[in-house]
Structure formats: C-alpha cells, structure tokens
C-alpha cells in the first residue's frame, strides 16, 4: 500500500505547498489503496477541496491517518477518508472560513457572502461524516473548536484512535 504524507499547508504549487496537482501525480492506480498521512495547518479552501474530491472519488480504498494536526481545510480532506485513524496524542481543529478583503462596501459584502458559502460547503461535510447536529457543529466552526483524539471519534470525525508516534532522539 503506498502511503503520502500530506505534512505541510495546503495552497498553491508556486509556493511550494501541497496542493491538488501534486497529489494527483502522487496518487496510484485509482484500484490499488493508499495510506494518506496529515500533519498539516491548513491553508486554502479552493485547494482542499480539490484535494478532498481527488481522495473521495477514488475506488480502490483510502485511509486516513492524522499523525500530529489536522486543522482547518486539512480536517475537512481527512473526512474523504473510508477509514480514519487518529494518534492518540494528535488534534483536530475546525473553524469557519477566513479570508483578506479589501475594497469598497459592497466588495466588503460580497466577500462575506462568498465565506457564507465556504462555510455551508464545510459544514455540510463534517455533518455528513460526523456523529453531531448541523448546529453543533456550525456552533464548533463558529467557536474555532480543537478536538482530540478522543473527542474527534466522539464526534464521527475519526473512526478510531491509533498510537502516537514513537520519537527516539539520536546524536550523530
């Protein structure tokens, strides 16, 4: 089973970040499984939804493991996951979407409308997958609410909790 990590912020290829286009040349044969590791901040929500779409559209099984943070849009792409698997000492964050505006009024509203829709598009995933109510977890994104192993299961984000990752120090 190949395994991707998904270790950095998701945003554009001209930054260096994770992003659709490099997932898409990670990927294996649409059949075959795939493991996909995230440590990851976030980032754009344009660029995780792809993200998200390329994971959920695939038929040969994918797992999810979070091996440290999944926060922002990266706690949306996990739930494209058939499986889900939370270290025990990992996190999950979720939160409306943000964004920089500038510009008249009218500029000003139109940008909130448009972060209405991200945020309905957000929501209506971790409904989905998750184990709470629309309002719950509208409440949860309104509030930025951070989760841990036990509370992302508790809440359908994860299917099951995992153990941490084994640090070993090493002097050379």
């Not at 499984?33 to 390329?54: F, K, L, M, W």
């Not at 999810?64 to 698997?85: F, N, P």
Request: aromatic residues 8%; charged residues 25%.
């Amino acid at each position: 089973m190949q395994e991707i990590l998904i270790y950095d912020e998701i945003g554009p290829d001209w930054l260096g970040m994770v992003n659709a286009k490099w997932l898409r040349e990670q990927m294996p044969a649409d059949k075959e499984p795939v493991t996909i590791r995230i440590n990851s901040p976030g980032g754009d929500v344009v660029e995780g939804q792809a993200i998200y779409n390329i994971l959920a559209g695939r038929s040969g099984g994918t797992t999810i493991k979070v091996d440290g943070l999944s926060a922002s849009i990266a706690s949306y792409i996990m739930l494209a996951g058939d499986e889900i698997e939370i270290a025990e000492n990992a996190m999950v964050m979720i939160h409306n979407a943000w964004s920089f505006a500038m510009g008249n009024a009218e500029d000003l509203r139109n940008a909130a409308a448009v972060l209405d829709k991200f945020d309905d598009v957000l929501l209506a995933g971790y409904v989905a997958r998750g184990k709470k109510s629309r309002e719950e977890f509208a409440d949860a994104m309104k509030a930025e609410t951070w989760f841990s192993a036990a509370e992302a299961v508790e809440w359908g984000l994860a299917d099951a909790i995992g153990q941490p990752l084994k640090v070993a120090a090493c002097v050379a």
